[in-house]
């Protein structure tokens, strides 16, 4: 069947079972806009900036696990959405940006409204695609969206020139994928989780810290088991917060600089930590030298190049979080550490971080736990970044999965209400 590129692509999204698209129209889409009517199963959302498209599509990603879809124009609209790509390569959300290009014969001639936004972007997405030729569309999309979601995910960029758009060829979307450079590990060794299993069974004084991997892996099951089989405390990063419920017994709270003190003693104290889908950046460790110094270090993340990246790893384990901790669990004898529990809950209670002080004005701190008590905390929350975040990591008791949206690697202002808004579009509910 003869389609235009245009026609090819909302095909393609279709396929990929899109449902929204975040975008802002501008000359070098405006064939692909032209083409949106004959497809009422996407529905647009029209944002008054595109930085808020791909801040609503990163919203939408976390909020449902699919790829968020955000589209802009070549030039000033592409740019617009750098700090957002940006965003989601950070806190490894899978989006995918479709940009407007000049036409092919004017790329590299500094047309108007031409920028190169794959160079642009090269450090801040899994992947990126200039298209030269709409017969390639169909294949790129249906790759863009497997890179976006599988392994470690990220935003994936698809840059599509003006008359590709236009162009027609026949379109067939593709049934497989050939990508054998790219093969995720997404099974634990044998040998590393036999030697974690050893070093959890040694430890007097183990800490979990858990991350967003466990967010995205789905891991909520297998954590609990561990944490409850071998009696061991847990710890979240910030965007680790609701991979495991805050008001469990085993629930110690958030550690870093902005963390609990009773947390952050916890983890100095502790010695071994078993890092899940976390990557100890600077918020979390502060000093790496100081961090933890009388702990061994078990490092379980989907990403190799995140372990040992800022601190040293005794048993480093590539692989998916689930199913690592799965095969971890099956070996893993039942243990008893009430000492350990009760020396962290009594500096709990010495340190009551989350404690909110008496005042004759109304304190942030109290608004946020009076939110937690009005909605039963079942909501998602999202915040912006500064001390709204803080409080909201703090006060609020996040007992269910995947509740709170945050930007976290880059601290991106401005993020709070786009991204509530995809996350609203993607859980009406």
Not at 335 to 356: C, G
Request: with cysteine; aromatic share 6%; glycine share 10%.
């Amino acid at each position: 069947m003869k389609m235009t590129g245009a026609q090819i692509v909302c095909e393609s999204l279709v396929k990929e079972g899109v449902e929204v698209i975040f975008g802002y129209p501008g000359g070098a889409v405006l064939p692909l806009y032209d083409a949106l009517p004959q497809y009422p199963q996407l529905r647009h959302i029209l944002v008054r900036h595109e930085q808020g498209a791909a801040h609503a599509a990163d919203g939408y990603a976390r909020a449902t696990g699919r790829a968020g879809v955000c589209l802009a124009t070549s030039g000033p609209g592409a740019t617009n959405l750098v700090t957002g790509i940006a965003t989601a390569h950070l806190d490894s959300s899978p989006v995918i940006a479709i940009t407007g290009q000049v036409a092919r014969p004017f790329i590299g001639k500094d047309a108007f409204q031409e920028v190169d936004i794959t160079g642009i972007t090269v450090p801040i997405t899994k992947h990126n695609y200039l298209v030269h030729d709409a017969a390639e569309l169909a294949g790129v999309i249906k790759e863009a969206f497997y890179l976006a979601t599988s392994g470690r995910p990220g935003p994936v960029l698809i840059d599509i020139p003006r008359d590709v758009f236009i162009e027609e060829t026949n379109f067939q979307y593709p049934d497989k994928l050939s990508l054998p450079g790219y093969k995720p590990t997404l099974v634990g060794h044998p040998t590393q989780i036999k030697k974690a299993v050893k070093l959890i069974s040694e430890a007097a004084r183990p800490v979990i810290i858990t991350g967003r991997g466990v967010i995205i892996s789905g891991a909520y099951a297998e954590l609990k088991e561990l944490a409850e089989k071998a009696q061991i405390p847990v710890i979240t990063t910030l965007l680790g917060i609701g991979c495991f419920p805050e008001s469990h017994v085993l629930s110690f709270g958030m550690l870093g600089m902005h963390g609990m003190a009773f947390a952050n003693m916890a983890v100095d104290a502790a010695d071994l930590i078993i890092a899940l889908g976390m990557r100890f950046d600077d918020r979390a460790t502060a000093k790496v030298s100081a961090f933890a110094p009388r702990s061994r270090v078990i490092h379980i993340d989907i990403d190799p190049a995140e372990i040992g990246k800022n601190v040293r790893v005794d048993v480093p384990i590539v692989g998916d979080v689930r199913r690592v901790l799965q095969a971890l669990n099956k070996q893993l004898a039942p243990q008893t550490r009430i000492d350990w529990i009760r020396q962290v809950e009594q500096w709990r209670q010495e340190h009551p971080s989350t404690a909110i002080r008496e005042s004759d004005a109304i304190l942030p701190q109290y608004v946020m736990s009076k939110i937690c008590e009005a909605t039963g905390g079942d909501v998602i929350v999202v915040t912006g970044v500064g001390q709204n975040q803080m409080w909201a990591a703090q006060h609020f008791c996040y007992n269910k999965p995947n509740s709170l949206i945050s930007s976290g690697g880059l601290g991106t202002m401005g993020f709070g209400l786009p991204a509530a808004m995809g996350a609203k579009v993607g859980c009406p509910g």
